[in-house]
T-cell receptor, first 107, second 111 residues
């Protein structure tokens, strides 16, 4: 029932910015865009979320298009520890996970 | 941020038996969620547990197989009943908030 589309895998060089895209063309007006990541079968870790405006925190930046139909998660300086599966979720109150993007950060 | 603990962290069980997984939160929360993650797969929402009411199950999950209790605002249990090898998964609980937090998971293997 995931309402998002993400590439199945991406690679990124260590120290470079990782830009992870997400399409959510059927997003409703009250739904937020959330990003989580899961490292090696640990519990998912919250990264960032937003409604309309771009957001930044200590982990990442979230860029949401004006029509809200897509977004990009940016990890500004990827490290090897950022290797994980990244999930983009659109939700009002419960998280429904799609397949996510497996990001591999390479030395 | 909420701190969530789960017990047991892992277990190996025989088919036909049942296992109850506990989820404890360090603060009061309105909604708690239970997820299943089968090997190599993404997370699937099983049910939403609100204190004082019956849990709400997602399509494909039934109360007889996955009974849930929510006795107070900091605790919930999920029971996996009459287990088969297909129930081998990681089971995670989660709580609502501006950021939905997840527990570390319970890794269940059914032989």
């Amino acid at each position: 029932d995931a309402k998002t589309t993400q590439p199945p895998s991406m690679d990124c060089a260590e120290g470079r910015a990782a830009n992870l895209p997400c399409n959510h063309s059927t997003i409703s007006g009250n739904e937020y865009v959330y990003w989580y990541r899961q490292i090696h079968s640990q519990g998912p870790q919250y990264i960032i979320h937003g409604l309309k405006n771009n957001e930044t925190n200590e982990m990442a930046s979230l860029i949401i298009t004006e029509d809200r139909k897509s977004s990009t998660l940016i990890l500004p300086h990827a490290t090897l520890r950022d290797t994980a599966v990244y999930y983009c979720i659109v939700s009002y109150n419960d998280m429904r996970f799609g397949a996510g993007t497996r990001l591999t950060v390479k030395p | 941020s909420a701190v969530i603990s789960q017990k047991p962290s892992r277990d190996i069980c025989q088919r036909g038996t049942s296992l109850t997984i506990q989820c404890q939160v360090d603060s009061q929360v309105t909604m708690m969620f239970w997820y299943r993650q089968q090997p190599g797969q993404s997370l699937t929402l099983i049910a939403t547990a609100n204190q004082g009411s019956e849990a709400t199950y997602e399509s494909g999950f039934v109360i007889d197989k996955f009974p849930i209790s929510r006795p107070n605002l900091t605790f919930s249990t999920l029971t996996v009943s009459n287990m088969s090898p297909e129930d081998s998964s990681i089971y995670l609980c989660s709580v609502d908030g501006a950021e939905q937090f997840f527990g570390p998971g319970t890794r269940l293997t059914v032989l």
